[in-house]
T-cell receptor, first 114, second 113 residues
Framework: EAQVTQNPRYLITVTGKKLTVTCSQN?????MSWYRQDPGLGLRQIYY???????DKGDVPEGYKVSRKEKRNFPLILESPSPNQTSLYFC?????????????FGEGSRLTVL | GEDVEQSLFLSVREGDSSVINCTYT??????LYWYKQEPGAGLQLLTY?????DMKQDQRLTVLLNKKDKHLSLRIADTQTGDSAIYFC?????????????FGTGTRLLVSP
């Protein structure tokens, strides 16, 4: 089954404790992206990657890091989480090129930073 | 930068039509999308429209695009309780080299029996 898999789905952590949210897709997509969803703000892009070893900042990259060492994986790293990073995070992927651009989303990771 | 706006809530009765509206600012928008988010799930593409079209119909869904006013709407006919979800408008255009999908804030649709 074609899917985007994120882990963990739920996480409660404390300020300053490094954490990684993993994302994996099995559709051989070149493009992957991370979004955060906050009430009243919709989805905001954190980072995206056009292909392996190519990453770029989105609209709200501060406090986050990403890496793209393999095509299927795109982990999101919070080196020193703070309470304002409490949010619902989504990983998404799509094929590249000037196509319809349908994004396929994971089920989300709800992060709480105390 | 690019901006997409939607109203936050819409409440309808089962069997009525729902109309969800969206406005955007990017004049280079080429693709416009409607995504649906059900509780506890990620977003799924419902439908999309190219900027050279003004209407697209797909079963109970009708998308209308007014490019001059930069206004997009999604009409759901015969709305069912299973249509209760958050609906996101999104656009993608040449201003960002097609790299970026800009989402609206989402409209929470509540369908009551």
């Amino acid at each position: 089954e074609a899917q985007v898999t994120q882990n963990p789905r739920y996480l409660i952590t404390v300020t300053g404790k490094k954490l990684t949210v993993t994302c994996s897709q099995n559709m051989n997509h070149e493009y992957m992206s991370w979004y955060r969803q906050d009430p009243g703000l919709g989805l905001r892009q954190i980072y995206y990657s056009m292909n392996v070893e190519v990453t770029d900042k989105g609209d709200v990259p501060e406090g986050y890091k990403v890496s793209r060492k393999e095509k299927r994986n795109f982990p999101l790293i919070l080196e020193s989480p703070s309470p304002n990073q409490t949010s619902l995070y989504f990983c998404a992927s799509r094929t590249s090129g000037a196509n319809t651009g349908e994004l396929f989303f994971g089920e989300g990771s709800r992060l709480t930073v105390l | 930068g690019e901006d997409v706006e939607q109203s936050l809530f819409l409440s309808v009765r089962e069997g009525d039509s729902s109309v969800i509206n969206c406005t955007y600012t990017d004049s280079s928008s080429t693709y416009l999308y409607w995504y649906k988010q059900e509780p506890g799930a990620g977003l799924q593409l419902l439908t999309y429209i190219f900027s050279n079209m003004d209407m697209k119909q797909d079963q109970r869904l009708t998308v209308l695009l007014n490019k001059k006013d930069k206004h997009l709407s999604l009409r759901i006919a015969d709305t069912q309780t299973g249509d209760s979800a958050i609906y996101f408008c999104a656009e993608r255009g040449t201003n960002t080299g097609f790299q970026k999908l800009v989402f609206g804030t989402g409209t929470r649709l509540l369908v009551s029996p």
